[in-house]
């Protein structure tokens, strides 16, 4: 079944985006809605699977300490499911995504040091499985729609 956005649901999913934990009240005082509205509308997303779930998102603190990369990985034939295990047991792999293209699989790694991330792309190369891989460090994130503030920004600035 294909569940159709309007207008007032792509809305209220970027309200809901930018901060998860904004009051169906404050919601509704910025859609211009009745909050039973808001909160009809909430349930029916989550019910049609719209809305997974609500998460975290790291501060710039924890952003900025952090030493991201992305992982392009090249997997051997009938592989990728044993492969797939051995990278969800690994805390600092954040995303897998299947992607077209030379690799793969594209990896979203995060870890806390330059140190740990090398010993982090050793072990994944020695993963079985794994032909080839080859990693972009993170140096700034330059758009980042996932915050409330344009990167480089301050929200008072806006």
Avoid: W
Avoid at 81 to 110: C, H, I, T, W
Avoid at 124 to 141: A, E, F, N, P
């Amino acid at each position: 079944m294909e569940y159709r956005l309007d207008d007032i649901d792509r809305q209220l999913l970027r309200l809901l985006h930018m901060n998860a934990r904004a009051s169906t009240a404050h919601l509704a005082r910025q859609m211009d809605l009745a909050r039973t509205t808001v909160v009809a509308r909430i349930a029916r997303l989550e019910q049609e699977g719209v809305i997974a779930g609500y998460g975290v998102r790291l501060g710039t603190r924890m952003e900025q300490a952090a030493v991201r990369a992305y992982c392009g990985i090249r997997v051997q034939p009938k592989m990728a499911p044993s492969v797939m295990q051995a990278l969800n047991r690994l805390v600092e792999v954040e995303e897998v995504s299947a992607v077209s293209g030379q690799y793969d699989y594209m990896v979203f790694l995060r870890c806390e040091s330059n140190e740990k991330l090398d010993a982090l792309l050793d072990r994944i190369g020695m993963i079985d499985g794994i032909q080839q891989t080859y990693t972009s460090v993170v140096l700034s994130r330059k758009i980042d729609r996932r915050s409330t503030a344009p990167v480089g920004m301050e929200a008072s600035s806006l």
